[in-house]
């Protein structure tokens, strides 16, 4: 007779791998490697592992990445976001994955088709400012929001004594895949990553069409996650941005469901935690 635990346990399993792997189409997660870029147990592969950690981190990032002009308008002239936003995001999700677990020949090949796509990915401004996807400056703003966003969910969630050099080590190693795609400047300690968070906020511009992505990404309901968890992990992503954040994206700060909030996605993360341990 099968376990009912464990039968719980497994269908958890295929439901969070289902929101990040279009499974119907027969994608699977990235099978991690001996061979990866990056070893096992070293801060990238643990930061990057915690699912809570890298949801609640990726929200708070795409939100601050809209603040870019010209990230935002490489989304609006290249991408159907509106129409298939949790494809797009499944992709970013998957390019992590595969650039942190995978075996470096498949991580090396991600990063190529990255980069190819980019160097495609040009266009002209509101203003009339011409644009490319392959700017170095645009790409360091999305990597520094990237990894400070993936680091702040994983102190915030799973373990807010990490120590400094563990957190220096996490940039080090993140560089590598920032600088293969063209970005610079490009953080190698936390305090890199707090100098060039402040240099690069001179370039963000507040917009109706990043209020607009701002709720796209708040409201979506990706197939297969079950009720009420992406209001949770938006709320957290929402508390976990800077002041001046929410208020060029005019969101509120929760205060009321704060705690509730914080408190459900401490037992999100521990249930999957726990569904993932064997796995």
């Given amino acids: ?3 009912p635990i464990e039968s719980l346990r ?5 439901q969070v791998r289902g929101v990040f792997n279009d499974t119907s ?6 099978p991690p490697s001996d061979d990866a870029l990056f070893a096992k147990d070293t801060p990238i592969r643990m930061v990057h592992a915690d699912l809570v950690g890298m949801m609640t981190g990726g929200i708070r990032s795409l939100l601050l990445q809209m603040l870019h002009p010209e990230a935002l308008q490489g989304v609006l002239d290249h991408s159907n976001f509106r129409e298939d936003m949790h494809g797009r995001l499944r992709r970013t999700a998957q390019f992590i994955a595969v650039t942190t677990f995978g075996h470096e020949t498949r991580a090396n090949a991600a990063i190529a088709r990255v980069n190819a796509i980019h160097a495609k990915v040009t266009g002209t401004l509101p203003d009339g400012t011409p644009y490319q996807a392959n700017n170095p400056r645009t790409l360091a703003w999305v990597h520094v ?8 969910g994983y102190l ?3 373990r807010p004594n990490m120590p400094s050099a563990e957190q220096d080590e996490y940039y080090r190693q993140f560089a590598f895949v920032a600088r293969a795609l063209g970005a610079d400047p490009v953080p190698e300690t936390r305090n890199e990553a707090e100098a060039i968070f402040r240099e690069l906020r001179a370039d963000l511009r507040p917009s109706p069409e990043a ?3 701002a709720q796209l990404v708040l409201t979506q309901k990706p197939e297969g996650t079950p009720p009420g968890v992406q209001a949770i992990l938006g709320a957290e992503a929402v508390a ?10 005019k969101l509120q700060r929760p205060v009321l469901t704060a705690l509730p909030a914080r408190a459900a996605t401490w037992g999100v993360g521990r249930t999957l935690r726990w569904a993932f341990r064997q796995n």
């Fill in 1 to 3: 007779m099968a376990d």
């Fill in 10 to 14: 497994l269908r958890l399993v295929d």
């Fill in 25 to 30: 189409n027969g994608q699977k997660p990235t």
């Fill in 145 to 152: 929001v990237e990894a400070q966003s993936f680091l702040a």
């Fill in 156 to 158: 915030r969630h799973v």
């Fill in 211 to 213: 209020r607009e992505i």
């Fill in 240 to 249: 976990m941005l800077p002041d001046w954040g929410r208020s060029m994206l």
